[in-house]
């Protein structure tokens, strides 16, 4: 059985997601049939997401699925089990790289954005509803990556801004690490080790990426 406070916290993401893709959809320059196009990309890659965590959390309890598949779903989603999506994302999407939907700057742009802004979402929701005071400097962090991802967009090169982007999320994690007892990202800890991983898996992605097709990224 589900427990409600489970339900309430799907529900806070769900209407998170919701509105990041509103508007996205109301504030992009790009056209209708663009924005649907990119929206489907996301609403894909979110599904994406969700089955990963659920492989990641069969991976951390793999003796209890042996022994009763069904009891797995009693068990939480951990924080091991949120990092290991976001790997298997990043090495789904390096295996499918030439797909040209995946390799589209403007899709990419469009899922930064739409990322950035549920979280924004989830966050403000977190501090004024439930009084989460840690939600404060995530919701801190996140709008000031909003604003510099606005700001910045078109006016340097998309992969430097991807570059910007990701290593000002890193560092505002790592500082948030070490004046807060935790750190969360839709109620998932991020502990230090993770976001360092993270930022050097993505840094070595973005800079060999722009090494080999300068001109593509461009």
Not at 17 to 23: R, S
Not at 97 to 108: G, L, M, R
Not at 136 to 149: A, S
Not at 183 to 204: A, E, K, N, Q, R
């Amino acid at each position: 059985m589900v427990s409600a406070s489970k339900l309430i916290s799907i529900g806070i993401i769900s209407l998170s997601i919701m509105i990041g893709l509103g508007t996205f959809y109301v504030i992009s320059d790009l056209s209708k049939q663009k924005r649907r196009e990119h929206i489907e990309g996301i609403v894909s890659q979110l599904i994406n997401f969700i089955l990963y965590i659920w492989m990641g959390k069969i991976i951390l309890n793999f003796s209890v699925f042996i022994k009763d598949p069904l009891a797995i779903l009693a068990y939480p989603s951990s924080s091991h089990a949120f990092y290991l999506a976001i790997l298997f994302s990043i090495l789904v999407n390096l295996l499918q790289s030439k797909d040209a939907h995946k390799n589209d700057p403007h899709f990419i742009e469009s899922l930064v954005f739409v990322s950035l802004g549920t979280v924004f979402v989830y966050e403000f929701i977190q501090l004024v509803w439930n009084s989460n005071a840690y939600a404060f400097g995530t919701l801190i962090v996140v709008g000031f990556l909003l604003v510099l991802f606005i700001s910045l967009r078109e006016k340097i090169a998309f992969s430097t801004l991807l570059i910007v982007t990701i290593t000002a999320w890193s560092g505002g994690m790592m500082l948030l690490a070490f004046i807060q007892p935790i750190v969360t990202l839709f109620g998932y800890i991020m502990t230090p080790w993770f976001v360092g991983l993270f930022y050097l898996i993505s840094m070595f992605i973005l800079i060999n990426k722009r090494r080999r097709e300068r001109r593509g990224w461009n």
